[in-house]
């Protein structure tokens, strides 16, 4: 069936580092969707990639979709302590029903 | 925008009985989802609806599980003689296709079966 696969798992980095974490789809997506989760907390919508090739910033956070819309990543520059969740990746299938199909997230936590 | 609404946000319940849980979507929003996460996964889709038809649902859906949206706005999902293994937080989200899909979620509503 259509994953979502994403790594790492886990990042700890020293706050100021920079963090990477990258997403990969078995089948090509309709558009690719970040959410960042508190711990205890929800999903919460950061941004949506649509077209091939697109890359978007926010501030220190950087997200790329790739040319065959199958992978994307999200580069945070110089992290600081409000950085701490876990990142998720979402994929919106282009074929079939509208679904959202998450990769496991990678977990990011931070040395002051 | 008043988000997504979740009720109740916590529930502990024995094993065998029926829980029901009820999301008001962000209104205006057409389309419906349920998805469900336990700890360190990301979310697990389980259904969505369009309006007030549900158009797919996952095959974790089990038949103890159903979910409805009788009118097209507030939703609910209904877990019947649950198992510890149902323990999980069940997250509703809401979109509106006009704006490309993007999905909201609410707070999520924490299962626990003892």
């Known amino acids: 069936g259509q994953q979502v696969m994403q790594i790492p798992q886990y990042q700890h980095v ?15 997506l309709s558009n690719i969707q970040w959410y960042k989760q508190r711990p205890g907390g929800h999903p919460v919508f950061l941004i949506q990639l649509v077209k091939s090739g697109e890359v978007k910033k926010q501030k220190r956070l950087t997200f790329q979709f790739g040319e065959a819309k199958k992978n994307s990543s999200l580069h945070i520059t110089a992290t600081q302590t409000t950085d701490v969740g876990t990142y998720f990746c979402a994929g919106l299938l282009i074929q079939g029903a509208q679904k959202l199909v998450f990769g496991q997230g990678t977990r990011l936590t931070i040395n002051p | 925008d008043t988000g997504v609404s ?24 057409n389309r419906l989802y349920w998805y469900r996460q336990t700890l360190g996964q990301g979310p697990e889709f389980l259904t969505y609806f369009q309006n007030e038809a549900q158009l797919e649902k996952s095959r974790l859906l089990s038949d103890r599980f159903s979910a409805e949206r009788p009118k097209g706005s507030f939703s609910t999902l209904e877990i019947q003689r649950t198992e510890q293994g149902d323990s999980a937080m069940y997250l509703c989200a809401s979109s509106l296709t006009r704006r490309g899909n993007t999905i909201y979620f609410g707070e999520g509503s924490w299962l626990t079966v003892v």
């Open chain 1, 14 to 28: 020293q706050e100021g580092e920079d963090f990477t974490t990258y997403c990969n789809s078995s089948t090509t």
């Open chain 2, 6 to 29: 979740q009720n109740p946000r916590h529930k502990i319940t024995k094993r065998g009985q029926n829980v029901t849980f009820r999301c008001d979507p962000i209104s205006e929003h």
